[in-house]
């Protein structure tokens, strides 16, 4: 909100504009209604994967990561059409409050009105991206390992555990010839701490729903959506750092 000095009263500030492009990664962040918890025992993180998957089938978008946290879930999609990632959400939601109320004899919302998304550079950020994920639940200790979580990607990505919700990006499949290659590099990945300035700046942009990349991805995306996307990222993500509190 901000003030009007002049009439005294306040005026809603505009909401910011998501943008989603077709065959681009985005980072979406859904938040349980005032930070309040959205799963309540294991067959409510089952009942939300058995939603995903339908939705992700019937909006045609490739999940390359994910985690579901206590109150707030992230998932890292591809969708082939921009235009389907408001049904992916919507249709996810939906199905899983209808879930959620009728189990525990409940009524109204469950979600944030809004979801959190930002669009990512797959070149130099889609890895980071993937990590900062699927590193949520360490952050958060709830686990001192990622393999620890059940509710994550992490095993499908660094494993192999079958996961039939999860597609690898060409960014995530050239780590390796092979499904074992792939994997150990990946791996490797998690040997060093996600560095702080990646961390500040994945939260920045989702929370401004701007895209998270270089100057050149950025302004692509400032012709293509016919806006400004403000300040960027301080460059390229590095590997090394200190940890910093679950988001």
């Known amino acids: 909100m901000v003030r009007n000095s002049h009439a005294g009263y306040a005026v809603p500030m505009p909401r910011r504009r998501r943008v989603h492009l077709d065959s681009v990664p985005l980072h979406i962040v859904q938040r349980g209604h005032n930070r309040a918890a959205c799963f309540f025992a294991a067959a409510d993180y089952h009942a939300y994967l058995h939603w995903l998957g339908a939705a992700l089938s019937e909006t045609d978008c490739a999940l390359h990561a994910y985690v579901l946290m206590t109150n707030h879930v992230h998932l890292l999609v591809t969708p082939a059409l921009a235009s389907q990632v408001?049904?992916?959400?919507?249709?996810?939601?939906?199905?899983?409050?209808?879930?959620?109320?009728?189990?525990?004899h409940r009524t109204g919302t469950l979600w944030?009105?809004?979801?959190?998304?930002?669009l990512v550079h797959a070149d130099d950020y889609l890895l980071t991206c993937m990590r900062y994920i699927e590193l949520n639940p360490v952050?958060?200790?709830?686990?001192?390992?990622?393999?620890?979580?059940?509710?994550?990607s992490y095993r499908a990505n660094a494993l192999g555990k079958p996961d039939m919700l999860v597609r690898g990006h060409p960014v995530y499949t050239g780590l390796g010839r092979s499904h074992a290659a792939r994997q150990a590099a990946y791996r490797s990945l998690f040997h060093a701490e996600l560095e702080g300035d990646a961390i500040s700046?994945?939260?920045?942009?989702?929370?401004?729903?701007?895209?998270?990349?270089?100057?050149?991805?950025?302004a692509s995306i400032e012709g293509?959506?016919?806006?400004?996307?403000?300040?960027?990222?301080?460059?390229?993500?590095?590997?090394?750092?200190?940890?910093a509190e679950e988001a």
């Open 201 to 218: 700046d994945i939260r920045r942009t989702l929370q401004q729903c701007q895209p998270l990349g270089d100057e050149h991805f950025r």
């Open 139 to 152: 952050r958060a200790a709830l686990v001192s390992d990622p393999v620890g979580y059940r509710w994550s």
């Open 112 to 118: 944030d009105s809004r979801y959190k998304s930002s």
């Open 224 to 243: 293509v959506a016919g806006c400004r996307c403000g300040a960027r990222p301080r460059g390229r993500p590095r590997l090394s750092c200190a940890s």
């Open 86 to 104: 408001p049904k992916l959400v919507i249709s996810l939601g939906r199905r899983y409050v209808q879930y959620v109320n009728k189990k525990y």
